[in-house]
């Protein structure tokens, strides 16, 4: 499943990315600060690239942060932002989803999921981000 959190904090209030997902595992935060978007999601992934669109995976100057728990997250300070930010998606079709969730035992569930990668539908998109300044990657 994949779902959407929203939460008003003031600018600064979550340094790092990993304390607003430790937030988000709260149960009232749960139920009241969210909403499921789509089932199904068996894979998810937002990449960050600078302005040649190259996938950034080192520190740009002073201003970013690149950090490797959990996949990797990026954080950018001063003025900078990434350029583009790809997002990926994939979604098992509904017959195999309604399958899995048939399946009550949690190692033939995955054994099943694992020979289902042909009915993943995947999705990607690259957005730029118009307000990038060019000089943050200088």
């Known amino acids: 499943m994949l779902y959407r959190y929203q ?6 209030a979550f340094p790092f990315p990993s304390l607003l997902y430790s937030n988000y595992y709260r149960p009232d ?19 960050a690239y600078d302005t040649n669109g190259v996938l950034i995976t080192k520190n740009l100057k002073a201003n970013t942060a690149i950090y490797t728990i959990l996949g990797g997250f990026c954080r ?5 932002v990434p350029a583009f930010v790809e997002f990926e998606l994939g979604i098992l079709e509904e017959r195999a989803l309604a399958r899995v969730k048939s399946i009550p035992d949690a190692t ?5 999921l694992a020979q289902q990668a042909g009915r993943v539908q995947l999705f990607r998109m690259r957005v730029p981000v118009r307000n990038v300044d060019p000089t943050a990657y200088q």
């Open 29 to 47: 935060a749960r139920t009241n600060l969210s909403s499921r978007i789509v089932d199904g999601v068996v894979h998810f992934k937002v990449s």
């Open 108 to 112: 033939t569930r995955s054994n099943y």
């Open 76 to 80: 950018f300070t001063n003025t900078a």
């Open 7 to 12: 939460a008003n904090t003031r600018f600064g």
